[in-house]
Every structure is written in structure tokens, then in C-alpha cells.
């Protein structure tokens, strides 16, 4: 089985760019988590999406959004882009939310200028 | 805001050597995973162990959890320069995938 997958894998951008990271899961994995991993905040949870339904938000502003498409490959997007959104952003899937197992991609890395 | 803190930050042991990370949590969890990265790569899920599990092996890895003292910790026995790297615990304790991680060990296996 293919991993998951994220795209791009590197990103520069301007500040009050906005930019949306793609993320398709494991083929038969319908729940997808993001997380912002930073080397100062560390890893923080973001959101997960289940059935195309968000399930939780993590402690974010509104600049930061997703969403689920039917095939189970999620978008996040964040507008207005600041410095400190700098990072490496990963998702997660697993076949179910509960107590699973939760599998990473590689990441994007994103630069904010 | 992170639930876990590992402990230590960092690691540094000849190969072959045991190296053990401990990490701690604030609240009652569902489950606890431990997960390794390399060099800001993505995450590699390592190991689960449920709240109801005290003790979980997986080839050179050990993992047990003490929830009443809300611990755990990861042993890694006869250690190699590939396992070089950060390694998270992360744990859970709603219904759903909101995992809560620790700040991480460094661990650095020299050859």
C-alpha cells in the first residue's frame, strides 16, 4: 500500500499570500489529521476530517481551514500568511478516528518571507 | 499546548548500547504512541500501547506505560547509527485522532 502523500513538498511564499497543502491518505484510510510542527510550539494539532465532516480544531485562528473531499484527500489552506506560519506541516490518516493507529506523511515544508 | 514532556531532551550513546526515553503526561489517555523522525522528515509510527496495556515489545523496542504515575517509557536495545534521530511520544484521550505530543528526545547513536 502506498504511504501517505503530501504535495507540495516545499513552498515559498510572501507574507499575505495564501497558500492550500494537499494530503491523500492511505488508500482505505478515511480519517485525516493536520499538525503544525514548529521549533518552537513543537507539534500542535490542527484538524481532522472524517466522512468530509471536521471532527475537532486544534487552538488555531480562523487563517487556518481544511476540508474533505469524498475520495477521503483533504486541503488545508491558510490565508493572510504570517512569518510565524513558517513550518513543517503534516498530516495523518488512519482507517477510522478512535484507537487507531495514525500515519504520517513526509510533510510540507512551508517558508513565509 | 503539549500534554507529554520526554525526558532527556537528548541523547548521545555508542552503538550497541540501550537507550531509554521516558516521557510524561498530564491527563487520562486512551492511548500511547511513540513515534520517530528523521531530520524534519515526516513522522514513523513506532509503537501503540492502549491505557489497559502495561508493557508492549516490537523487535528491538520496548514500550511500557504506567498510568498511575501517567509515564512511559521507550527502550531501544542493541542500538544502531540508523536509529539516530527525534523520538515522540504522543498520547490520546478523546474519542477521535487528536494526538497531543511531547517535546521530543534527541537521540544521537555514534558509531
Known amino acids: 500500500k502506498a504511504g501517505v502523500t503530501q504535495t507540495p513538498r516545499y513552498l515559498i511564499k510572501t507574507r499575505g499570500q495564501q497558500v492550500t497543502l494537499s494530503c491523500s491518505p492511505i488508500?482505505?484510510?478515511?480519517?485525516v489529521s493536520w499538525y503544525q510542527q514548529t521549533p518552537g510550539q513543537g507539534l500542535q494539532f490542527l484538524f481532522e476530517y472524517f466522512s468530509e465532516t471536521q471532527r475537532n480544531k486544534g487552538n488555531f485562528p480562523g487563517r487556518f481551514s481544511g476540508r474533505q473531499f469524498s475520495n477521503s484527500r483533504s486541503e488545508m489552506n491558510v490565508s493572510t500568511l504570517e512569518l510565524g506560519d513558517s513550518a513543517l506541516y503534516l498530516c495523518?490518516?488512519?482507517?477510522?478516528?478512535?484507537?487507531?493507529?495514525?500515519?504520517f506523511g513526509p510533510g510540507t515544508r512551508l517558508l513565509v518571507l | 499546548s503539549q500534554q507529554g514532556e520526554e525526558d532527556p531532551q537528548a541523547l548521545s550513546i555508542q552503538e550497541g548500547e540501550n537507550a531509554t526515553m521516558n516521557c510524561s503526561y498530564k491527563?487520562?489517555?486512551?492511548?500511547l504512541q511513540w513515534y520517530r523522525q528523521n531530520s524534519g522528515r515526516g513522522l514513523v509510527h513506532l509503537i501503540l500501547?492502549?491505557?489497559?496495556?502495561r508493557e508492549k515489545h516490537s523487535g528491538r523496542l520496548r514500550v511500557t506505560l504506567d498510568t498511575s504515575k501517567k509515564s512511559s517509557s521507550l527502550l531501544i536495545t542493541a542500538s544502531r547509527a540508523a536509529d539516530t534521530a527525534s523520538y515522540f511520544c504522543?498520547?490520546?484521550?478523546?474519542?477521535?485522532?487528536?494526538?497531543?505530543f511531547g517535546a521530543g528526545t534527541i537521540l544521537r547513536v555514534k558509531s
Open positions: 500501547i492502549r491505557s489497559n496495556e
Open positions: 504522543a498520547t490520546d484521550r478523546e474519542y477521535g485522532n487528536k494526538l497531543v
Open positions: 491527563t487520562s489517555i486512551n492511548n
Open positions: 495523518a490518516s488512519s482507517f477510522s478516528p478512535g484507537k487507531e493507529t495514525q500515519y
Open positions: 488508500s482505505g484510510h478515511r480519517s
